[in-house]
């Protein structure tokens, strides 16, 4: 992980693993480094109740060049960042939807090819952008009102509790709604 917004919000992450409630849900963190203090604002408030791996997809990484082998890539961002992780909390701000290395956390998290499991999916508006914004497209192809693979997206949790809450539906509509994916666009090959 060469990324060093990603790599300076792990460690806050990783801080407050050591107060971290028990079970936590383990959490893989999309968002756009452009956001970073938000990002930084919804780690240090919510990562002593799921377990947040703040950890992407940078141009360091040596499979970036390989963009047009979905398969190798996705596995590789899967080995390299999702843990095990269950649960992929999207951080929706403005430029969100331009980033290719999002498009490729969101096609993981929705992959089975290389036998793993999807993650649910959370969608969460930050307050920059509080729904004014437009969706990431492979995010977005996947909502489908009440009953899609991905819940529309929320507003930003005031609580933990809400949090939570948000993560059991995700995981809910997930265990209902694996028929509904579609992952089926190919890997954005730049940010737009």
Request: aromatic fraction near 8%.
């Amino acid at each position: 992980m060469a990324n060093t917004v990603h790599e300076k919000l792990q460690a806050v992450a990783d801080g407050l693993g050591a107060k971290a409630k028990a079970n936590r849900t383990i959490c893989f963190l999309a968002f756009d480094e452009d956001d970073e203090d938000e990002v930084r604002q919804f780690v240090e408030r919510f990562g002593s109740d799921v377990q947040l791996l703040v950890r992407g997809v940078s141009e360091d990484d040596n499979f970036v060049a390989d963009v047009a082998d979905r398969r190798f890539v996705l596995q590789e961002i899967d080995e390299a960042y999702f843990g095990m992780s269950t649960v992929t909390i999207v951080l929706v701000g403005k430029n969100t939807h331009r980033r290719r290395f999002i498009d490729w956390e969101i096609a993981t998290s929705l992959d089975t090819s290389n036998e793993r499991w999807r993650n649910a999916l959370v969608a969460i508006w930050l307050p920059s952008a509080a729904g004014t914004v437009q969706l990431p497209n492979r995010l977005d192809r996947n909502i489908a009102g009440a009953v899609g693979y991905v819940l529309k997206p929320w507003r930003y949790p005031k609580s933990a509790a809400e949090l939570q809450d948000m993560i059991a539906k995700a995981l809910k509509a997930k265990a209902g709604g694996e028929h509904l994916v579609d992952n089926s666009p190919a890997l954005m090959t730049k940010d737009l």
